[in-house]
């Protein structure tokens, strides 16, 4: 049986990326992403501090702008997977979009030092635009 504190313990020390989700699924890719195991569960960490620190941030201004298209009064610690991955993909489509007119990722940690060259700042950047791509963003459906 899977221990989940040991777990969380775990993912804690590994420096787990912030758009985790959007790298399993495949929706975006970042070169400094390392994919691991963590007991029978995958996880994505990241290679390089200072990056994860300016993702850490850019995720957070995505969900902090994004709560009224997500039909949230206040920011929760944990989101329900569907408006997790919202944010996560739809945000970082946003943003490519934004910059260079593309609707693919192609590097994560790429897009977020061009989002700074280009806007000086994350605090800057076009979240009206992005926040459009988070609304519209649809999760695949599974097969049955």
Do not use: W
Request: glycine share 6%.
């Amino acid at each position: 049986m899977l221990d989940e504190e040991a777990y969380r313990r775990a993912r804690d020390k590994a420096g787990i990326c912030p758009f985790e989700k959007a790298i399993l699924c495949g929706c975006c890719r970042c070169s400094l992403a390392a994919k691991h195991n963590i007991a029978e569960r995958e996880a994505v960490s990241c290679n390089f501090m200072p990056s994860l620190e300016l993702c850490l941030k850019l995720h957070h201004l995505l969900r902090e702008k994004a709560l009224f298209s997500l039909k949230l009064t206040h920011l929760q610690e944990k989101l329900p997977h569907g408006k997790e991955m919202k944010i996560q993909c739809g945000g970082l489509v946003g943003l490519e979009k934004a910059i260079s007119g593309l609707e693919e990722v192609a590097d994560i940690s790429i897009l977020v030092s061009k989002a700074i060259h280009v806007f000086g700042e994350l605090e800057a950047l076009p979240y009206s635009e992005i926040v459009q791509s988070v609304s519209s963003f649809a999760i695949r459906q599974r097969h049955q």
